[in-house]
């Protein structure tokens, strides 16, 4: 994993809450734990910040500093059901991984915003629908998560 994550804050007993900063528009919805995959930073950072500094992280969050973003915030606590989702990418991943499966399957859209659309091209979202479906089972039950 690579990342860096922007700030760490510690409170009096000693609990952490770990912020990415975010220049853009507000994408991820408000409640989101890991949005379909799509939102992973404020829990892996929280889960990455407590393994580093040896101390509890409340939560991860998403802090949209700029008039793009309205200064609102996304607030993921590390919670049963976060590590539950957690742990489920972990292991699509790794069974991506494991089977060499690692299909360009974007959501409706989502080209739009991608720095790679210069290698995919423009059509990847209609190269999906050609794609076995029986192969992306994994996916789209991650990408229900929310």
Known sequence: MRGSIDLVERRADGVLRVTDHKTGKARAAAGVVIGGGQVLQPLL????????LHAPVESGRLY????????????VPLDDEAQYNVATVAEVIGGALKEG?????????ACRWCDYRPVCG?????????????????????????
């Not at 949209?64 to 607030?75: F, L, S, V």
């Not at 209609?126 to 991650?142: C, G, M, N, Q, S």
């Open 101 to 109: 499966f690692l299909p360009a399957a974007p959501v409706k859209d």
């Open 45 to 52: 950072y929280a889960l990455v910040a407590e393994e580093l």
């Open 122 to 146: 423009p059509y990847e979202e209609e190269r999906v629908l050609r794609k076995p479906a029986h192969r992306l089972v994994d996916l789209k039950t991650l990408r229900e998560l929310p």
């Open 64 to 75: 949209y500093c700029t008039a793009d973003g309205g200064y609102q915030e996304r607030i």
